[in-house]
C-alpha cells in the first residue's frame, strides 16, 4: 500500500481554483521533490495535507488507506504526518520545550504509549537539537519568538526529528536560508531518512537538491503536476528555466 | 422597612459618633465627619458617573448589607486560613477580620527595630506612631464616593512604615478576610504603607470571603514612596463567593522611586479596582501590570491613573484578559501628563481575548497632555486566539483544546512573569495552569 496516494484532488478557495485534479503517490523510503513557479499552488498543496480547513476540497487523498480528510489536523500529525512550515509561527510565552514535550506525549498517547519522563525527554531533545546543530539554551526559549529565519527552519526540522513522522512534508524548508543553514537542514533530513518515511520536498530552487538528493521531481504548474521525471529533471529544469515547460504545455 | 443603602449608612453616623467615646472630639473625627457630609451629598455613583458607566453598582440597595463596625468574635483559627496563603512565600503576614487587625492570627518575622513598623493602624493611631499623621494624605484631593464613606467608617488596617535605606526582605502579605456566615458585611479597611528614602518593600494584598452570604470589602491602600524607594505591589484575587470589592490604591511617588503594580484576579463576582499614581516628582518609574482571567458572571473593573506632574519619569503599563462565558471587563487607563511634565514616556497596553459571544470587554484609554516633549503610546486589542498559533500547535499532534489553553497560559504568562516576587509569581501560575488544565515545566 502506499503511503500517501493523492486522486484528482481539487482545491478551491472561495471562487478561486487553486489545485485542479492533482495525482501523486508517495511509498516508504521514497523522497519526492515538487518544483514549479510561485502561485501553482505548491503551498497549498502542503497545507491541504496538514489539515488547514479553509479550503473546499474534492478528490481523495489516503494516507496509509485512510480517508485523510476524515482526520482533523492532530489526527493527521498522531498518525505520522508532519508539514515543516513555509512561515514558522512564532508563539510567545510556550517554550519549545515545553512545546515538544506536549506535542510528543500527544502522539504518544495516541499510539497507546506511555508519556515519557522528564529525564527521557530531556535527552532525546539533546540528541535531537545536536542532529541540527541547535543550542541547547534555544530550547527553554518561547517558539520562534525572534529567531532569525534560519533558526525558524533549523527548528522545524528539529521538530520533525522530536516526531519521527512517517511522511514529512516540507514546504519551502530551502527559502530564506545561507548556504552553511542550507547544509545544516539538508543534514539533518538525510540523517532521518529510512526505508520507513518519506518526504515530499517542496522547492522553487534545485539548489536544495544538491544537498539532498531526490528520487522522483514532479513538476507542478497551474494546479497540476505537468511532468515526472528523476533527479535529472530538476537539473533540466535549473538550466531551461520554468518557460521550458509553459512552452511545452502551450504547443501541446 | 427597605432603606436604600446610602440612607441607611447615613442614618448609622450618629450612633457612631457615640461609640467611638473619646475620638470623637479629636481632629480625626473632624476629617470623618467632612467625608460624611461629602458622602451625603454625594451617596453612591450611577452609570451616569462618567467613571462608573460600564460598572452598574444598583445592587447595592437589594443586598441588606450591614457596616462593620466593631470588632466581630471570630472563631476562625490559623488553621482556617492556611489555604489561603501562597506556599513558601515565607512572608510577614497580616490579617484582618470584617476590617479588624488579628494579631493572633498575624505573623510578623521581620524583627521590628530601626523604625521599622508592621502593624494595624489602630495601633498606631493609639500609639500615636512616628509617620501615622500621614494617613489620609494620598487621598486629600480625592472626590470618590466610596473614598469618602471609607473615610468615614474605616476602623483598622495596615500600618507599614520601612525606614530610610532598608531592605525588607521578606515580602509584607495584607490577608483580608470578610466573614459572611451570619450576615451581610460592608468592610471598609485602610492600609498605609510608608517607604522611607532608598528602601525597598513587596506587598501582597488578597481578598477572601467566608460564608455564603454576600460581603462588601470597600479598601483603600494609601501607598507613599519616598525618594529612591521601591515598592512593589501585589494584589491577587482568586475569590469565588459573593464578594463585591471596591478598592484604590493610591501612590504618591518622590524623585527617583519605583513602583511595580501587579493586579491579578482570576476569580471575582464583582472586582472594581482602582489604582492611581501620581508622580509627584523628576526620574520615577511607575509600572502597572495586570492580569484578568473571567469566566461565569465574573465582573472585573481596573481603572488605572498614572498622573505624571515632573519632567523625566517613566510609566508603562500592561493589562490582559481573558473573557470567557457571560463574564465581562472593563478596563480604563488615563495618563495625565501636565504642563511641566517635559520627557515624560508613558506607555500603555490592554489586550483582550474573548472566549464566548457573550463575553464582553469595554476597554478606554485616556490620554490628557499639556506638555509638547513626551513619548506617549495606548493600544487596546480585543478578540480571539491567533489562528495561525492554534493551527501550527494542532499540526503538531496537538488537541485543539490543548492548544487553547497553552496559548491562553502563554498570553498570562507574559504579565505574570513580570511579578518581581519569584515564589508568588510561580503561585500564581501554578494556579493558572490548573484553571486552564495545562502542565508546564
Known amino acids: ?252 | 422597612m427597605n432603606l436604600d443603602l446610602k440612607s441607611k449608612f447615613v442614618d448609622e453616623f450618629e450612633k457612631f459618633g457615640n461609640s467611638l467615646n473619646g475620638e470623637s472630639l479629636t481632629e480625626n473625627f473632624q476629617l470623618r465627619k467632612i467625608a460624611f457630609e461629602n458622602f451625603k451629598l454625594k451617596g453612591f455613583p450611577t452609570i451616569k458617573n462618567e467613571e462608573w458607566k460600564y460598572t452598574n453598582i444598583s445592587f447595592l440597595n437589594k443586598l441588606d448589607f450591614v457596616l462593620s463596625l466593631e470588632e466581630p468574635v471570630t472563631n476562625i483559627t490559623k488553621e482556617d486560613i492556611k489555604e489561603l496563603l501562597f506556599d513558601d512565600l515565607n512572608e510577614n503576614l497580616l490579617v484582618f477580620i470584617d476590617g479588624f487587625y488579628f494579631s493572633e492570627l498575624s505573623v510578623i518575622k521581620s524583627e521590628l527595630k530601626n523604625g521599622l513598623y508592621i502593624g494595624s493602624i489602630s495601633e498606631a493611631l493609639k500609639s500615636n506612631l512616628a509617620g501615622i499623621e500621614l494617613l489620609g494624605k494620598t487621598i486629600e484631593k480625592s472626590d470618590d464616593s466610596f473614598t469618602h464613606l471609607n473615610n468615614v467608617y474605616y476602623r483598622d488596617g495596615a500600618y507599614i512604615n520601612i525606614p530610610e535605606n532598608m531592605e525588607l526582605t521578606e515580602p509584607i502579605h495584607i490577608l483580608n478576610i470578610i466573614d459572611a456566615r451570619q450576615n451581610n458585611p460592608f468592610v471598609n479597611t485602610r492600609n498605609l504603607i510608608i517607604a522611607g528614602n532608598n528602601s525597598r518593600v513587596k506587598l501582597v494584598e488578597t481578598y477572601h470571603q467566608f460564608g455564603n452570604n454576600s460581603g462588601f470589602s470597600n479598601n483603600i491602600t494609601e501607598i507613599i514612596a519616598n525618594s529612591d524607594s521601591i515598592v512593589d505591589y501585589n494584589k491577587f484575587q482568586n475569590d469565588d463567593k459573593d464578594l463585591y470589592q471596591v478598592g484604590t490604591t493610591q501612590v504618591i511617588q518622590e524623585k527617583r522611586s519605583v513602583f511595580h503594580g501587579n493586579t491579578v484576579t482570576i476569580k471575582g463576582k464583582f472586582v472594581r479596582n482602582n489604582l492611581n499614581s501620581f508622580l509627584n516628582d523628576e526620574h520615577c518609574e511607575s509600572n502597572f501590570n495586570g492580569f484578568y482571567f473571567l469566566d461565569n458572571k465574573d465582573f472585573v473593573d481596573n481603572h488605572t491613573l498614572v498622573d505624571h506632574a515632573k519632567p523625566n519619569c517613566n510609566s508603562n503599563e500592561n493589562y490582559k484578559g481573558i473573557i470567557d462565558d457571560e463574564a465581562k471587563a472593563v478596563f480604563n487607563g488615563k495618563i495625565m501628563v501636565w504642563k511641566d511634565a517635559q520627557k515624560t514616556i508613558a506607555y500603555q497596553s490592554n489586550k483582550n481575548i474573548l472566549l464566548s459571544d457573550n463575553a464582553t470587554v469595554n476597554t478606554k484609554p485616556q490620554l490628557e497632555i499639556f506638555a509638547d516633549d513626551v513619548k506617549c503610546s495606548h493600544g487596546a486589542t480585543s478578540g480571539n486566539l491567533d489562528e495561525t498559533q492554534l493551527f501550527y500547535l494542532r499540526a503538531r499532534g496537538i488537541s485543539e483544546d490543548k492548544a487553547k489553553a497553552l496559548l491562553l497560559y502563554a498570553f498570562s504568562a507574559n504579565v505574570i512573569d513580570r511579578i518581581t516576587i519569584p515564589v508568588l509569581k510561580e503561585n500564581i501560575k501554578r494556579l493558572i495552569a490548573e484553571r486552564l488544565n495545562v502542565e508546564v515545566e
Open chain 1, 1 to 252: 500500500m502506499a503511503l500517501l496516494k493523492i486522486e484528482n484532488l481539487k482545491v478551491n478557495i472561495g471562487e478561486k481554483n487553486i489545485l485542479k485534479g492533482l495525482n501523486l503517490e508517495v511509498n516508504a523510503g521514497e523522497v519526492h521533490a515538487i518544483m514549479g513557479p510561485n502561485g501553482t499552488g505548491k503551498s497549498t498543496l502542503a497545507n491541504v495535507l496538514a489539515g488547514l480547513d479553509n479550503y473546499e476540497i474534492e478528490g481523495s487523498v489516503l494516507f496509509e488507506g485512510k480517508n485523510l480528510f476524515d482526520l482533523k489536523a492532530e489526527e493527521r500529525a498522531r498518525e505520522g504526518i508532519f508539514l515543516a512550515f513555509q512561515y514558522p509561527v512564532e508563539i510567545p510565552g510556550v517554550s519549545n520545550a515545553n512545546f515538544m514535550k506536549t506535542a510528543l506525549n500527544e502522539i504518544r498517547k495516541y499510539r497507546n504509549l506511555d508519556p515519557l519522563d522528564a529525564m527521557d525527554f530531556l535527552q532525546l531533545m539533546k540528541e535531537r537539537a545536536a542532529l541540527v546543530e541547535i543550542d541547547s539554551t534555544f530550547l527553554s526559549r518561547s517558539v520562534n519568538e525572534g529567531f532569525s529565519g534560519g533558526e525558524k527552519k533549523r527548528n522545524e526540522i528539529f521538530q520533525m526529528a522530536m516526531l519521527e513522522p512517517k511522511l514529512c512534508v516540507l514546504d519551502e524548508t530551502d527559502s530564506g536560508l545561507d548556504i552553511d543553514a542550507l547544509k545544516i537542514v539538508s543534514n539533518g533530513v538525510n540523517k532521518l531518512r529510512n526505508e520507513k518515511n518519506a518526504f515530499v520536498i517542496i522547492t522553487h530552487y534545485q539548489r536544495l537538491l544538491n544537498y539532498i538528493v531526490p528520487d522522483f521531481v514532479h513538476v507542478m504548474f497551474d494546479g497540476r503536476i505537468v511532468r515526472s521525471g528523476g533527479k535529472d529533471l530538476a537539473y533540466e529544469l535549473e538550466e531551461k528555466g520554468y518557460d521550458w515547460i509553459k512552452k511545452e504545455l502551450n504547443g501541446k
